[in-house]
């Protein structure tokens, strides 16, 4: 964790991270619920709402894409993947170098450790390789700490995601993603563990609003530094309402009811 | 995915890739319906067609005839495959460097990922390599995305082949070669799961013309953006008709009845 | 061993390594006694003890605090280490090279040795790695000599200290960190096997101080060259206190009874 | 397969190949019939004679022997090769650089592939390597194109022959190696299936003269290029003899009776 | 082999290493039949003696104390070695690189390898490397030739022992050391079949001086170019003597009666 190497994908020490890495690891059933979102340049659109702090894309997403957003987009190049037609113990294939990453404009790498999994020693080595290049291009480092695999029995434990999110300062994260653990109480432990290391939770599958906003909004006060989101947001008929009130709770400390007033039902009223 | 990286084997956004990689795949049984076809230099010939705007070949096949045929065929060096001899789960030695495949003059890379397989981590690295190598070299690159191995139960399921194209975009390919899934809807589906990446349909083994020609032409108007066929062009006797025939369909927006008039019987009359 | 290449983490050629690389070893469980000590701050304020010739961290904790105590702390850069996530046979990933630490200003390198695990080999010849990338800038090199895995019944054998006190000095380790053998003859034994390369114990979970004393100064007394200890200094609520005490045995040849003097009933005295 | 580049190793488009690996594929026991074929000095006297296009040898025989002999003898390093004490699937350690053959001054690679063999991807990623450091140093390739492994029946299968010798021309081998699949009819059909890679086949074990001239009569005339040969040369009394004949047969369109006509009978009789 | 490159660690094209690599092979219980002989000087010291060609130690020990000798001993650097608490099929770390051994000063490298391990074919690999660096630098090459392991049942026959000093000069070892085979006629078969790569036997575990004399005497008159030796000669109680005698039977061609009037009787009366 190196102090400030994070600032191009954060903003007032916070991050909303949109991600959008489904492609790659769930295939195009996570695009159903909404066809249009199949489409990356919707989702680069929405990346260029204020209250995104980074888009998580993969190297093929990102070539194709990124360089007509360069300007109003931050990209966190997510470097590991791997579609979930594998059955093997959990693993991630590295499919961009840092390198390229850089060389496409990146401004922070993202990269998925299964701490716990058979493949652990691999990963943990690839991720050395990663955040050690990614400091010589000057670029922030997150990950996707997500224990998973032979010997876990449940991944959002509270002292699993308290472990996960040390690993993330230990290994010299500057953003550790973490699966929400439960309460604001945990997820806030996990971020005194990570100490000087954001913390920030996955957003997980779509919920309604209100439920999906105070989950944020309790783990901010608990301690979290933000969020990193993909269905949550990017299945919703009206994503930017979402953010809007999402951008509310993280960074302007408005409370839950307030940032409901930015979604559609008060939205329709506004117009 | 890289706009306009493949330009040097398409033609009007489009793509008929002669593939001849059965040497190494599949070994001298694909020869024996026309023993003549074991002659790379009648393939070489064949690919001179104006219907065809690439040429997958190994690197032995490469070195010896390519340097003959530089001014007229686009080379699509198939870098990695594997003898049908292997018994073990689903993978592919890379036989042939990208800085190599660049120095005999090839205009894009070929590459299969067995998505699915116990390889495809490993394989989806050494995909990883090519690609970024492709890019400085300022080659286009094809995936011969195929889904294969211990869980696939049926590797031309729909939904399996949208990921499969899915999974060229993600990745860094500009052009996605998939098995056919059954149905013109079906690989309409792949192909705008895979956004600005081609998908171009694998020809498969051989059928009548009328046949082949329609399954080609509703997989265009479908969405596909070509195809890639090996024995259902070389086998043939007269395949620079089924050429004809095929630039018709996939470039001139002939129907099946109009392209038919060039394949034999007509041809005949029209001697 | 190379004479003097430790010069930077002894003092008058003994060690007191202060270890703290629980946060990855162990995980936030080791923090639970006293949980200010997640607090790297508070671990690096007490490697500022004059007792401490060393201070243990992996990659990001040093990242993070190292630069602010640069001039107060002689840093141990400890390259490889696992969660206890991990379920396969005894490993370690490398997750910093030497080059980072060299960078970050490291003034030695500390690397884990399973000898008896299945990893063994792999992980020496890692080891060969890091030893000889750290002669190239001048580290003094610690290995941890944790004979273990399968095969190994007991890992605090007499002889196997001894034997994994050799292979500190065979592979090229200027300090061998073993676990305490159980008697002050059997860790003097191990540290006349190992010859030039310095023995230092290791501190273990935490005990009482005159226990923890006497042990430590039997050690010395037996030929050990110091200590390396985490929880038994930094779990206690008053760790500068046992660090006095440690600095007395160790390098001043006090006694356990002068050395307790130092601890905190006559500490309240002497206030 | 690059047109010429193996003119160093061949004559009038044909190789006689003499062979000399046996110390490490079998081991002494191959030198049994004959003490003096343990003396590699012997086998380089026998490669001086004008029929021997090449002399395959291993490493450290070429260090010892080869520098004498550099005016007379094409050397041919043979990359690979693995004892018969190796009871693993069948595999082959690459037991010489490209780099170090060239700088003794080799003319040619020799390469073992198992095709079918559960090595095969790394057997032919490793000649990858090989063959495209040989091209950087104008060094021919040839290939010992030997399936065999778990799930080969039956190795001189003609079809696994005619597969083995078309892996030649796809992998780009210069010439192929092949075991003699029973009858000339069966070694033409692989020679056409290898193209413009030339095959040669194995000489294999001891057999009387005429027995063995038939054979290699028998498939020049089917369109090998040659032969590879090592005991049905080096084992017999009179090893000059049989290259006389083998020369006659080879390159000079002789019929076996006429190439009889040079081995001993007539020899004692034209003193 | 390369004519003259072990000329740094021979004398009249005859060797007689001390070997010193017990510490990490089998650990401090080799050191237990005299104590002292666990301090490396003490060995040191013993290689100044004239009738040792080279002392073989691996990186640790060269590191502390060769620097002290290095006018007065020649360094054989054993690179590899692995601790006995090791349960897998055999296999040796390596340990140390060439190009350290050469910046140390040594002037030959060592290398075990176990042929018929299940490892064996990574280790021919390793060893590559490792000789053809030697060869960069100008070293000498000393192959431990032990075939070892799944399927050797017995691994001192003459037919292996003959095998694996093959091994040696296929490979390109200037010397291989192999275990004695029980008889002056094997050693001598296996100098033969090792051709100008010279055979040197292994000490073995300590005998009295007439055993260990006329074995030695009758490897030398049987072909054996020398000896390796350790515990034959350190756990002595006078091991000067024992190197006064094998320098008489091994350099000077005395017979064991005249070489046993060196050792301990004889000195007493000769004082």
Known sequence: MLPDADAAITRDGKALILAYDHGIEHGP?????????????????LATH?????????????EAYYPSYADDVSLLAKLNGTSNLWMGEP?????WSVEYAAELGADAIGFTLYGGSNNEVEMAEEFRDAQEAARDHDMGVVMWSY??????????????????????LELGADIAKVKYPGSPEAIGEAARMAGPTKVVMSGGSK?????????????????????AVGRNVFQRENPKEILDALEAVIFEEASVDEALKLTSASAVAND
Chains 1, 2, 3, 4, 5 share one sequence.
């Open 207 to 227: 919920t309604d609003d209100r439920a999906f906003l105070e989950t944020v909004a309790g783990a901010i006060d608990g301690g979290a530094k933000g969020l």
């Open 50 to 62: 204020d209250a995104v702090t980074a888009l998580a894309v993969g190297k093929g997403v990102a």
């Open 91 to 95: 693993d991630s294939a590295v499919n």
């Open 29 to 45: 059933v996570d695009f159903e619920p909404n066809p249009e979102t199949a489409d990356p340049e919707r989702v680069f659109d």
């Open 147 to 168: 224990p998973r695999g032979q010997g876990l029995k449940n991944d959002t434990d509270p002292g699993t995601i308290a472990y996960a999110a040390r690993l993330g």
